[in-house]
């Protein structure tokens, strides 16, 4: 059983798929999430109500669903650990450059979550070095 986990503000979990479970694919990807506070949360009073949707009151142009203000965090996927089919193993692709945004804390924390998923995905044994 694959185990997620989170270290600070970033965490190794599995990937979110719109469809039901029974869709996903039969190996799922899994991420590197970077949490940060979500600058909608508690704050739909400032904003106009407009069925399931929040309206900006200086342009109702732009709206935000009514779950951006329900969690005081959000998340982003940094990287992503997807199955190759071809190669029998889950391979790493980062997410744009958002890793190498990450401060010199965070890389090394990234870096653990790194070894961790790969051992926990491709069944890896720890290896005495």
Request: with cysteine; charged share 30%; net charge negative.
């Amino acid at each position: 059983m694959i185990e997620k986990k989170r270290i600070g503000n970033l965490e190794f979990s599995p990937a979110n798929y719109l469809l039901p479970k029974e869709k996903w694919p039969e190996n799922p990807s899994w991420h590197i999430n970077y949490w940060y506070p979500n600058g909608y949360y508690g704050r739909e009073s400032e904003f106009i109500k407009d069925g399931d949707w929040y309206l900006y009151p200086d342009n109702y142009h732009c709206r935000v669903h009514k779950d951006c203000f329900k969690h005081p965090q959000s998340c982003m996927a940094i990287a992503s650990f997807n199955y190759n089919s071809h190669e029998g193993c889950y391979e790493l692709e980062f997410v744009g450059d958002r890793p190498i945004q990450l401060t010199k804390k965070e890389r090394d924390i990234f870096w653990e979550l790194l070894e961790y998923g790969f051992k926990q995905l491709n069944n890896q044994e720890d290896e005495e070095t």
